[in-house]
């Protein structure tokens, strides 16, 4: 395994190819990366996401897994997950064995006109969020349809409406 060292006010070494908005690479072997490219990030949004209250939740749309979180000061995220795009010899689906189990989520914040690192955060996901996750993309991986059409549908509305839609949850709490 090779390892690739991340650190805050560095370069960061994946490429972005100029990334706006939020990525969701879930359930790798690798773990679960939100990666969050902002071009020109000022330092009261990075504040809020290094260290501000994370809400998260998702709608589950016939095929379609859309995550969203939220952080203080109205920054909303929103980024499709699709399972069956990630190879099977990269996913990594965990046994559940109890209902108070939570997902961790590394979150890495880069300035993509720089692609300087602006912050580093692990957090978790609620219990019952990390479980519904998890049944959802049981689902997700049977289903054959395309995510397009009802990703197209949410991408039309005001991403200021998607939190109430997706249930969205405080984070990293008991």
């Given at each position: 395994?090779?390892?690739i060292?991340?650190e805050?006010?560095?370069?960061?070494?994946?490429?972005?190819?100029?990334?706006?908005?939020?990525?969701?690479e879930?359930?790798?072997?690798?773990?679960?990366?939100?990666l969050?490219?902002?071009?020109?990030?000022?330092?009261?949004?990075?504040?809020?996401?290094?260290k501000?209250?994370?809400?998260a939740?998702?709608?589950?749309?016939?095929?379609?897994?859309?995550?969203?979180?939220e952080?203080?000061?109205?920054?909303?995220?929103?980024?499709?997950?699709?399972?069956?795009l990630?190879?099977?010899?990269?996913?990594?689906?965990?046994?559940?064995t109890?209902?108070?189990?939570?997902l961790?989520?590394?979150?890495?914040?880069?300035?993509s006109?720089?692609?300087?690192?602006?912050g580093?955060?692990?957090?978790?996901?609620?219990?019952?969020?990390?479980?519904?996750?998890?049944?959802?993309?049981?689902?997700?991986?049977?289903?054959?349809?395309?995510?397009?059409?009802?990703?197209?549908?949410?991408?039309?509305?005001?991403?200021?409406r998607?939190?109430?839609?997706?249930?969205v949850?405080?984070?990293?709490?008991?």
């Open positions: 395994m090779n390892f060292k991340i805050r006010g560095e370069r960061y070494p994946l490429a972005l190819n100029n990334m706006e908005g939020a990525k969701a879930f359930l790798t072997v690798e773990g679960n990366l939100l969050i490219g902002m071009p020109d990030l000022q330092r009261s949004e990075a504040q809020a996401i290094r501000g209250k994370m809400k939740g998702f709608i589950k749309d016939g095929p379609l897994i859309l995550w969203v979180f952080f203080p000061g109205d920054l909303v995220f929103d980024c499709p997950f699709d399972i069956r990630v190879s099977e010899d990269r996913r990594h689906l965990p046994d559940v109890n209902r108070e189990e939570r961790l989520i590394d979150i890495h914040l880069v300035d006109a720089t692609d300087v690192v602006r580093l955060r692990g957090i978790t996901l609620p219990p019952k969020l990390s479980l519904k996750f998890l049944n959802a993309v049981q689902e997700q991986l049977t289903d054959t349809r395309s995510i397009a059409p009802p990703l197209a549908r949410y991408h039309a509305m005001d991403i200021l998607l939190p109430k839609l997706a249930a949850q405080v984070c990293g709490q008991n």
